[in-house]
C-alpha cells in the first residue's frame, strides 16, 4: 500500500512538473487585425480620410471657391480650411451652413460640426 502511495505521489509530481514547464503559444492573430494595426501604425487611414475630405470639399464648395481654398485636417470635429484673400473667407462664412450640411451628406464618417476658415498660401 506504501508503494502505491509513494508511485501515486511520485506520478502526481512529475504531472506538476510537466504543467509548469509547458510553454503556450499564443492563438495566432486574425489578419485583419494585423492590417488594422499596420495601417494605423503608418498612418495609411489618416492620409486616406484627408484624401476624402479634400475630395468631399472640392465638390462641396463648388469649381469657384474650390480653386481658391483647400481642406486641411480635421481635429474635433472642425476642418480647417485654408483660403487665398479675406473676400473668399468671407464668402465661405456666409455659406458655412450649407457646406456643412452637404460636407455630412459626402462624408458622413467624418462627422464634421464646424469650419475653421483662415487666410494662408494654399498647398
Known amino acids: 500500500m506504501d508503494a502505491s502511495r509513494d508511485n501515486d505521489d511520485e506520478l502526481q509530481s512529475i504531472c506538476d512538473d510537466i504543467r509548469r514547464r509547458q510553454r503556450y503559444r499564443p492563438a495566432p492573430k486574425a489578419i485583419a487585425d494585423v492590417l488594422s494595426s499596420l495601417l494605423a501604425r503608418r498612418g495609411y487611414a489618416r492620409e486616406r480620410a484627408v484624401a476624402d475630405c479634400r475630395a468631399a470639399w472640392r465638390q462641396a464648395a ?22 487665398r484673400n479675406s473676400a ?12 456643412l450640411q452637404e460636407l455630412n451628406r459626402l462624408a458622413p464618417d467624418q462627422s464634421i460640426r464646424d469650419l475653421r476658415i483662415r487666410v494662408g498660401e494654399l498647398g
Open 62 to 83: 463648388g469649381t469657384k471657391l474650390a480653386e481658391h481654398s483647400c481642406a486641411g485636417n480635421i481635429r474635433r470635429g472642425v476642418l480647417e480650411v485654408t483660403v
Open 88 to 99: 473668399v473667407a468671407q464668402e465661405l462664412t456666409f455659406l458655412k451652413k450649407k457646406l
